[in-house]
């Protein structure tokens, strides 16, 4: 009787619901999220393995072009940085990197996307030029003339399209970038017009004196990158440390609730904006006064792109952009010897550039994002 009843309580039981069967791969959902917060540590280690990808691609292109692999190494860290002549070519190169790596970076921390660090360069170089060429000041003060004229100029340059951006809300991006081929024709029209040098009537001006000179610091290296690590230091204190810095970050992270909690936004702004053009003023400087000794034509070509990748890079950290900024030089450094020897087209130094850009500006997706996969009740 007991196992009768038994096997009709069984019998009357609900039966257990079959097990859901595993969703086919196409029918799966996801959802892309904002991530809230990711760990310093786990956006280094993606940060690291995109420079990895980058570096992977890039050896993989110079090897299709020609290099062995086997020198690629002895290239790029050897050469380049255990060499004294070659070490000395990438301090003398990366001084006005530095300087327009800082002024990008100062700029885009007020989300102010300034694309015309050449044209600031430009005015900068203009600016210290006229000083020599009119003989303004005694000897003893040209030099420090010359520096305030190339500050003055470059933050003068980027002050219209600051003022456009704040009071009309017109687009930096095209305002700025106009305004490089401005400054670009305008230089041209000075070196092949008054401004040429009548000794050998090249489209130069006419070299600078020696007390018109950056001197240099011993060994062959010039005071360019001393300036420009006293002017990182400085930028580094003002983000990291100052008021202006707080109000800084308060803005990029949101203008809106910057502006409600009593940040003087369109100052910090202005400020930034014009500290950029100023560093880029002096980065024209730094070329001409330190590097060339005259203004030429075509000095300022590749930074604008170099100062923005400095910057992205660095994620705008005034000392990481100074470390970014020697590597930038010691890839333009041993790009040139790899023209000499192996007929390397100095595009390719530059394919490599947009290279680790991309690879970097992905890493950001995934730091910034997660995929979320979607459940089955969410999903239907």
Not at 41 to 52: E, G, H, K
Not at 306 to 326: D, E
Not at 351 to 379: K, N, P, T, Y
Request: charged share 10%.
């Amino acid at each position: 009787m007991a196992e009768a009843s038994l096997s009709a309580d069984m019998a009357h039981a609900p039966k257990a619901a079959p097990a859901p069967a595993p969703q086919p791969l196409a029918g799966r959902r996801y959802a892309l999220e904002i991530r809230q917060h990711m760990a310093w540590r786990w956006q280094a280690l993606i940060l690291a393995a995109a420079l990895l990808v980058g570096f992977g691609l890039s050896a993989a292109i110079l090897v299709a072009a020609g290099v062995p692999a086997g020198e690629l190494a002895n290239e790029f860290i050897t050469q380049t940085f255990l060499d004294g002549q070659n070490f000395r070519a990438v301090l003398f190169q990366a001084a006005p990197m530095i300087l327009v790596g800082l002024a990008g970076a100062i700029a885009f921390r007020a989300r102010f996307w300034n694309l015309g660090l050449e044209g600031q360069m430009v005015w900068g170089a203009i600016g210290a030029t006229a000083i020599s060429m009119w003989q303004v000041g005694p000897e003893n003060l040209r030099l420090p003339l010359m520096f305030v004229a190339a500050i003055g100029c470059g933050l003068l340059w980027v002050w219209g399209p600051a003022w456009l951006k704040l009071k009309l809300g017109v687009n930096e991006i095209i305002s700025t970038l106009m305004l490089n081929y401005m400054a670009a024709n305008f230089l041209l029209h000075l070196v092949y017009g008054s401004w040429k040098d009548p000794k050998d009537n090249f489209p130069y001006s006419p070299q600078f004196r020696a007390f018109e000179r950056l001197p240099e610091l011993g060994g062959g290296v010039g005071s360019s990158i001393l300036l420009a690590g006293v002017v990182a230091l400085l930028a580094w204190w003002l983000v990291s440390v100052s008021r202006a810095g707080l109000y800084l970050r308060f803005v990029d992270a949101n203008p809106r609730v910057a502006h409600a909690n009593g940040v003087p936004v369109r100052r910090t702004i202005y400020g930034a904006v014009l500290l950029s053009g100023a560093m880029a003023g002096l980065a024209g400087f730094a070329v001409v006064a330190g590097q060339e000794g005259r203004l030429t034509q075509a000095f300022y070509q590749g930074y604008g792109f170099s100062g923005i990748l400095i910057a992205f890079l660095a994620r705008n950290n005034p000392l990481a952009a100074t470390v970014v900024a020697l590597l930038v030089a010691a890839l333009f450094v041993t790009g040139r010897s790899l023209q000499v020897f192996y007929q390397v087209p100095f595009s390719m130094v530059q394919l490599i550039q947009a290279l680790i850009v991309v690879c970097v500006a992905s890493s950001d997706f995934f730091i910034r994002h997660r995929l979320r996969r979607v459940g089955g009740e969410a999903a239907q």
